[in-house]
């Protein structure tokens, strides 16, 4: 059995998405049973996460327990702050497990694993020299951060000390957390990509519908999206964002660019900006639809509908899960040549970041093109599809260090 640890965050993203792929690709591509023990963030109150960084994790005999009870021989750790910390990852190792660590994000190093802030990318924590941080208020309250900063610093080392091996999702993330100083044994850090459910072992969808996409209900900014649009050749089109609404996402590109471009755009998450993203697409009338967090068939519905997805991240992207999804579903994707994203997208598809305009000449490039559409998709099964993951983390997982 394989146990998944995972401390999930306030608002649900991308590495909760990881998580589930990844249990799913232990069970049916790798035939093993897979459990999650998982703690959430918004149940543990300010105070509570405080504790558990300052303590190195909360209850980790529970680990233990898991491990014991579930016969687990592999323990896959993903985000471990705040309340799991690298006891958890001790304590499976001294019940028998392997333990393989996962960094999706800079965490390590960055309390806040994005190594973004005040509208830049930053890298000013290096190593255990995590004060900017607290200088910065990274975290936007001073206590909070001068827990990340004195967490990060005294436990960031025992953290990697209990780890048998180290996943990370891109090359980019690799060399960003080295840059980064952060204290990993190289030789055992592997670039493993994420699975992607749809690229298994099924036909290619058909890209020839992206060329006349249907009509988007409401396009008025702040708009409710009812029933998601379907292919309907010739009856217009639209760009589709997928995005947790934050600075560093740049989705205030995306609104600019597209109104340049005369596209309307549906963008699909939510997060701490949306207000001042719908604000913004009110003042300059442009064709906006929020449709805000949906389920995966709605979100599959709403891709089957688009000409084109955006991925206008102002951050340096681990890997660019969005863009990754968007191209299995056959969408051709512009997206800011920043982070990982350079190493799924080719060189037309790439703009650079904050630059509206270089992105709307992007949208005209590609909205609706089946032959990037196509290129994309077998681009992105190479490094994606669930038996190529499943084969790299069969090796991980039986101890190829």
Not at 115 to 129: K, L, N, Q, S
Not at 277 to 301: H, I, K, M, P
Not at 370 to 395: F, I, K
Request: charged content about 20%; some cysteine.
């Amino acid at each position: 059995m394989v146990l998944f640890l995972h401390n999930r965050y306030r608002t649900t993203g991308g590495e909760e998405r990881v998580v589930e792929d990844l249990m799913w690709l232990v069970r049916e591509q790798l035939r093993e049973p897979a459990e999650l023990l998982s703690r959430s963030s918004a149940d543990l109150g300010r105070g509570g996460a405080a504790l558990g960084l300052l303590r190195g994790g909360l209850e980790s005999q529970e680990v233990a327990r898991a491990v014991a009870a579930g016969g687990a021989r592999v323990v896959h750790a993903h985000n471990l702050q705040p309340a799991l910390g690298w006891r958890a990852l001790a304590a499976a190792r001294s019940a028998g497990a392997r333990v393989v660590l996962h960094l999706h994000q800079y965490r390590l190093v960055c309390a806040i694993g994005v190594c973004f802030t005040r509208g830049a990318e930053c890298t000013r924590c290096h190593g255990r020299d995590t004060l900017p941080g607290v200088r910065l208020n990274c975290r936007g309250s001073v206590p909070e951060a001068a827990a990340y900063a004195a967490s990060l610093a005294i436990w960031q080392r025992r953290m990697v000390e209990q780890a048998d091996a180290f996943v990370v999702p891109s090359e980019f993330a690799r060399e960003r957390l080295r840059a980064l100083g952060a204290p990993l044994p190289w030789d055992r850090v592997h670039v493993i990509a994420p699975p992607i459910r749809a690229l298994a072992k099924q036909d290619p969808p058909d890209v020839e519908r992206r060329s006349g996409a249907a009509p988007i209900p409401g396009h008025g900014a702040g708009s409710a999206v009812g029933p998601a649009p379907g292919p309907a050749p010739g009856a217009g089109a639209y760009a589709l964002v997928v995005s947790r609404l934050a600075p560093e996402k740049g989705v205030d590109v995306a609104i600019d660019a597209c109104r340049a471009a005369g596209m309307p755009l549906v963008i699909a998450g939510d997060g701490p900006q949306r207000a001042q993203l719908q604000a913004r697409a009110a003042r300059s009338n442009a064709a906006v639809t929020f449709a805000g967090y949906v389920e995966d068939a709605e979100l599959a519905r709403l891709r089957a509908g688009a000409s084109i997805a955006l991925v206008p991240s102002r951050s340096a992207e681990t890997f660019g899960l969005a863009a990754a999804e968007a191209m299995a579903a056959g969408v051709p994707v512009a997206a800011s040549r920043v982070g990982a994203l350079p190493e799924l997208l080719d060189e037309r598809a790439l703009v650079a970041p904050g630059e509206s305009g270089a992105l709307a000449q992007a949208i005209g490039r590609l909205a609706g093109d089946r032959v990037a559409a196509m290129q994309g998709r077998e681009r992105v099964r190479l490094l994606c599809s669930p038996e190529v993951v499943a084969g790299e983390l069969a090796r991980l997982y039986d101890g190829g260090d």
